[in-house]
């Protein structure tokens, strides 16, 4: 069974940083594209980042680029969003998505999601 888990989420003050992680129990983890999406209070889920196979390709929000940095080791399973100068309007829930195509930057291409894990920006 597929599971996604996702920790590091957590309150921070605006200008400041969080590593978010997501744990993979996918055997054939490097076979998905992944990505980072988050739903913020009253809103709908909306896109953060995703990353190719092997890693070789990123794309990101236009409202993250150069502040959120999306990685992944498939040795090890695990994709991480490097969150830096957060700000208010970043309060969300971060969901972890695996995809079988080779984006991950639409929910229609989403094969697995995590729980999620809360992040909630002060200011």
């Known amino acids: 069974q597929v599971q996604l888990v996702e920790s590091g989420g957590g309150l921070v003050q605006a200008g400041g940083s969080l590593r978010l992680s997501c744990s993979a129990s996918?055997?054939?983890?490097?076979?998905?594209?992944m990505g980072w999406f988050r739903q913020a209070p009253g809103k709908e889920r909306e896109f953060v980042a995703d990353?190719?196979?092997?890693?070789?390709?990123?794309d990101y929000a236009d409202s993250v680029k150069g502040r959120f940095t999306i990685s992944r080791d498939n040795d090890k399973s695990t994709l991480t969003l490097q969150m830096n100068s957060l700000k208010p309007e970043g309060t969300a829930v971060y969901y972890c998505?695996?995809?079988?195509?080779?984006?991950?930057?639409?929910?229609?291409?989403?094969?697995?999601w995590g729980q999620g894990t809360l992040v909630t920006v002060s200011s």
């Open positions: 990353i190719s196979w092997i890693g070789s390709r990123t």
């Open positions: 996918i055997r054939t983890f490097g076979s998905y594209a």
């Open positions: 998505a695996a995809c079988r195509g080779v984006y991950c930057d639409d929910e229609k291409s989403v094969a697995f």
